[in-house]
């Protein structure tokens, strides 16, 4: 008669023989999440708001020593709690007791669990039990400071919701880390090799998405920086911590248990297939051979690959890089999982051919674009929904981040706001098929660039993303970029009527040269005002005002109080660009007299000095100091490197300063040839004390357009 | 009853166990012998339960082996390559045997480790080999188990102590109908505890037979006849025959009474009937097998 082993069956002797044997485990556990955690809150529990910031980090668990816990804890336990499986000895011990091997393996996982939720469950009681409002005293809110018995617009980080949030936050990592590391014991065959696999597999699946986005930049529109690494982060709930807003939406929590109990269960089931006479092996399962071989070999490749492709700067050196490290990170990781050295012969130059087309065809996959990625774009028709960012120029800052608006979140420009009408999704398509059809000079321009970001809603799981270098000059004259902007959809969503805000602070403003000199307007019936002279110049800007190469007015930052994704109300800012257009904005900042205050102006500058860069000159230049004698060389070398010949055109004249302070821009466009300028400072103007003969916090930028006529001549 | 049938155990591309069989009755003691490399240990973790065979069955009173704790409840085994807790000792492992054999006898603890003379408060990774071996032996036969499987158990223990073991494993034999299976790759310590022998080389059962049968049915004769006679053995089964001056020496396979029958025919001047040596009588039994089983037996 068969005997029948119920999946579910644990031994309580067991258990309580591992927690008798490994007792240390959580000890320590509970130490490090104490002593970093609850000790030094109650060292400070009489002045908590002191202690605000660090309690908030050690519930968003960005404390290290609670992130060197969250993965050390729960590899070590999963390491030494199946140690016995990696010993001849006790794998013989633990088998010939009266136990089925269902039976053991979910005695040693239970005891596991228990060691590494202990800690954190304890620690979690501790901190509930010493829970009391704690609030985070710093904040732009003047007022609020000074009060210190009103703090009903302050942020109490100390809530137990929150130790509660850290506490399913926390369990949800280790149990991750945990069910990778036990996965890791079932293929590996000795305690060093599991700890090695357990570290491994946890980052794994980051790593290979992260080596595989490596790639993927040689596709031309490829997005990196879209969902991409929010996803490549998010496949980890230790990375996850550290992604943009780190929280652990329910969704993910229960991708994240998902995936545990899979890999529990699959953990299982190698168990019961695991031959135990290959204790001590490397791996116990010939399929893991060719499969850590071939991620060693692909690592390694990878590494090789893009470090001699900087090293040479070019296709060639990338590809020999390629085959470098294949060859020899192949020879390695055979030999770590085969434990000898003695590998080579015919098997593994099979093994080795097998895994070389594979590489092969993935590499051309992706530098020959035989999925045709690139050229691919969505028909305009059966696009749900598409976002377009940095068609707004030049404009720097975070003006223009979705997730500040009301029903904005996620990443900024692309994820939340979206086109929906036809004629601006018919517009996008048509402005990304203008890129694709200039992309050649684009890739050869050498000027200020913009990132224009596209992604569509196709109706598919993913949205479609692209992301292009695209000259600022192109979308200066882009008809669709001018409709994108202009139109109702994106004057509406970024009106500053949307933004979210329960209460504006304060609206500091500097001029964009003196950046450290600043002024701030904080009455709110002023800053009523102000805000309706911004909405109101915004709402009336034209595309060609907003991406105008002039420099700006003036730098805004705005500081106010949001209620955040959980509803708790926290400080926030915005920084924007006073643009020259913006008539109604200047108009009031005059009548109230705060442009005299922060706008610098001729009679504050001692001098400005011009310079001229021009690349073909430059390379001309060269040139004939490279066909000039040795002597005359060494002589004209050191001029360049004192800087005697690059001594520039000195203005002293007011009114030709003037000149210059209007129309300056902020970056050049064209880097083949522009002008560059530098303001020498009178002593006061810096707010910060430094005297004068300083420069400017900023260079000053012309090109032939806007330089003025006086300085044509000198040039 | 204990019973191996087909066994067919690979280990990559080495086969560690061809086709083997082996029957141990109720309250007899087995006796596996082998060289290293046999394949002894190998079969001992498939009955154990450790090793899963490739191919064949290991049964007891019926029952598969594998994956069976209510087997393994009632089975002791002292592996030669022993292992106990991290810093425990004695009282410790004694206290984790306890819990998990549901027959620990707890008086006869405290009797062995009297008898052996063991501390159970120092840790058993401070233990010499021998004491290690004598601390799994009490540890085993606590628990009182109906199937004891040694492997290579009596390895680093003195003479004295050596006979103590046998002592508590012949005492539970005759008492309880203890089973026992024991490897070795020594002959001479089997002879005069075990009641069968297997004989293992390359994982193959070369022989195995009933100890008291074997004894009974080869026997070593000296002859010496007045005059020379034609055929004067026939009907023997002469295994080995060598002569020594007037004197034969033989080795036979036959009922002792029919022997005696066929010589005192024959009219003999001399006449006598030699103890044989377990070692002996596999000598002839075995004849033509390789020099590797010799060596077992030397």
């Known amino acids: 008669m068969k005997f029948k082993a119920s999946y579910f069956s644990v031994s309580g002797t067991l258990v309580k023989e591992n927690l008798r044997r490994f007792w240390a485990i959580p000890v320590i556990g509970f130490l490090i999440y104490f002593l970093s955690g609850v000790f030094p809150i109650l060292m400070s529990y009489s002045h908590l708001n002191d202690m605000s910031s660090y309690i908030e980090m050690c519930l968003n668990n960005k404390q290290p020593f609670y992130m060197i816990a969250h993965l050390l804890i729960p590899i070590i336990t999963a390491v030494i709690i199946f140690r016995y499986l990696q010993h001849t000895s006790s794998v013989t011990a633990f088998h010939a007791m009266p136990f089925t091997r269902m039976k053991l393996y979910n005695s040693s996982l239970i005891s596991g669990l228990i060691m590494i939720l202990t800690p954190i469950i304890a620690n979690g009681l501790l901190l509930l039990c010493i829970a009391k409002p704690a609030y985070q005293m710093w904040t732009y809110d003047a007022d609020l400071m000074s009060l210190s018995t009103d703090v009903s617009g302050l942020i109490d980080v100390f809530a137990r919701a929150d130790i509660l949030t850290w506490m399913g936050e926390s369990i949800v990592i280790v149990l991750v880390i945990y069910a990778i590391s036990v996965f ?30 490596l790639y993927c930049n040689y596709l031309y529109g490829f997005d990196y920086s879209g969902n991409w690494s929010e996803t490549m982060l998010g496949s980890s709930p230790y990375l996850q911590v550290f992604t943009h807003g780190g929280e652990f939406a329910i969704g993910l929590i229960i991708y994240y248990l998902l995936n545990a109990l899979v890999l529990f269960i699959l953990s299982a089931v190698l168990y019961q297939k695991r031959k135990l006479e290959k204790a001590s092996d490397a791996f116990v399962f010939k399929f893991m051979v060719p499969i850590i071989s071939y991620l060693v070999a692909f690592f390694g490749m990878s590494l090789f690959g893009f470090y001699f492709s900087v090293l040479g700067g070019g296709e060639p050196y990338f590809y020999a890089g390629l085959i470098a490290g294949a060859v020899v990170f192949f020879v390695l990781g055979r030999m770590i999982v085969l434990k000898t050295p003695r590998i080579f012969n015919a098997k593994s130059v099979k093994s080795f051919a097998v895994y070389a087309v594979i590489a092969a065809v993935f590499v051309t996959s992706i530098m020959c674009d035989l999925t045709g990625f690139e050229d691919r774009i969505p028909n305009a028709d059966k696009v749900k929904g598409a976002a377009g960012g940095k068609f707004v120029g030049e404009e720097s800052g975070t003006r223009y981040y979705s997730e500040l608006y009301l029903g904005g979140s996620g990443m900024h420009l ?8 036809e004629e601006n999704i018919t517009a996008l398509v048509q402005l990304h098929q203008d890129i694709l059809k200039n992309r050649a000079a684009f890739e050869v321009y050498n000027g200020r660039m913009s990132y224009l970001k596209f992604s569509y809603d196709t109706g598919s799981l993913l949205p479609m993303q692209r992301a292009y270098s695209v000259p600022t000059t192109f979308l200066v004259s882009n008809a669709q970029c001018k409709q994108l902007f202009e139109g109702k959809e994106f004057k509406q969503y970024y009106s500053l009527n949307n933004l979210n805000y329960t209460r504006m602070i304060s609206i500091n403003f500097n001029d964009p040269l003196t950046a450290s000199n600043t002024i701030t307007v904080s009455n709110q019936n002023e800053l009523k005002e102000l805000m309706a002279c911004m909405e109101q110049d915004f709402q009336e800007r034209t595309y060609e005002q907003q991406v105008d190469v002039t420099h700006m007015y003036a730098n805004a930052t705005l500081n106010y109080k949001m209620k955040d994704e959980r509803g708790k109300t926290k400080d926030s800012n915005m920084y924007m660009e006073i643009k020259q257009s913006d008539k109604n904005t200047l108009k009031w900042l005059e009548e109230h007299g705060y442009s005299e205050q922060f706008l610098l102006t001729a009679d504050q500058v001692e001098s400005i000095t011009v310079y001229k860069y021009d690349y073909q000159e430059q390379q001309n230049e060269s040139y004939d100091m490279a066909t000039m004698d040795q002597k005359a060389a060494t002589i004209a070398e050191s001029n360049v490197k004192y800087g005697i010949e690059e001594e520039g055109f000195t203005i002293t004249d007011p009114e030709q300063i003037q000149l210059i302070l209007d129309n300056y821009m902020q970056n050049a466009t064209d880097y083949n040839h522009y002008y560059y300028a530098y303001a020498n400072l009178k002593p006061g103007v810096f707010a910060d004390g430094r005297d004068g003969g300083y420069q400017s916090d900023e260079t000053m930028y012309f090109n032939d357009d806007n330089l003025p006529d006086f300085l044509k001549s000198v040039f | 009853m204990l019973t191996v049938s087909d066994v067919d155990k690979n280990f990559d591309n080495f086969r560690a166990l061809n086709a083997l069989n082996l029957n141990v009755r109720r309250g007899s003691i087995y006796g596996l012998i082998g060289t290293n490399g046999a394949g002894k240990t190998t079969i001992i973790k498939a009955i154990t339960g450790v090793l899963k065979v490739d191919k064949g069955q290991i049964t007891i009173e019926g029952e598969d082996v594998f994956d069976n704790s209510a087997i393994k409840e009632r089975m002791g085994y002292i592996p030669d390559d022993l292992y106990f807790f991290a810093g425990y000792n004695l ?16 008086e006869r603890y405290e009797n062995m480790v009297k008898q052996f003379n063991l501390d159970e408060k120092r840790k058993l990774a401070r233990f010499s080999k021998g004491m290690q071996k004598q ?15 040694l492997d290579e158990p009596i390895d680093g223990l003195d003479p004295i102590i050596r006979k103590l073991v046998w002592k508590y494993v012949v005492e539970d034999v ?27 080389s390359k994982g193959n059962m070369v022989m195995e037979r009933d100890l008291d049968e074997l004894k009974s049915d080869i026997h070593k004769i000296q002859v010496a006849y007045k005059e020379k006679i034609e055929n004067p053995y026939e009907g023997l089964n002469v295994l080995h025959k060598e002569e020594r001056g007037t004197v034969d020496l033989l080795i036979v396979r036959n009922r002792r009474d029919v022997v005696e029958q ?29 020099n590797e089983v010799q060596g077992i037996l030397f």
Request: a negative charge; one cysteine or more.
């Open chain 2, 91 to 106: 009282k410790e492992m004694a206290r984790f045997y306890k819990a998990l054999y549901p027959k620990w006898n707890s």
């Open chain 2, 174 to 200: 005759a008492e309880r109908e203890m089973t026992v299976l024991v490897s070795s790759h020594n002959l001479k310590e089997m002879e005069g505890i075990c009641d069968s022998i297997g004989i293992l």
């Open chain 2, 262 to 290: 066929i010589i005192q025919e024959r009219k003999p001047l001399l006449f006598d009937m030699l103890p044989l040596t377990l070692e002996e009588i596999f000598i002839y039994e075995l004849g033509g097998v390789d």
């Open chain 1, 184 to 213: 890791a014991g079932m293929v590996t065959g000795n305690s060093v090799m599991h700890l090695a696999m357990a570290f491994g597999f946890n980052f794994l699946v980051p790593a290979l998405y992260g080596v595989f986005i």
């Open chain 1, 414 to 421: 692309i994820q939340s706001f979206t086109y929906t009408s």
């Open chain 2, 135 to 149: 601390a799994a032996f009490i540890l085993i036969m606590t628990t009182m188990p109906d199937y004891l499987i």
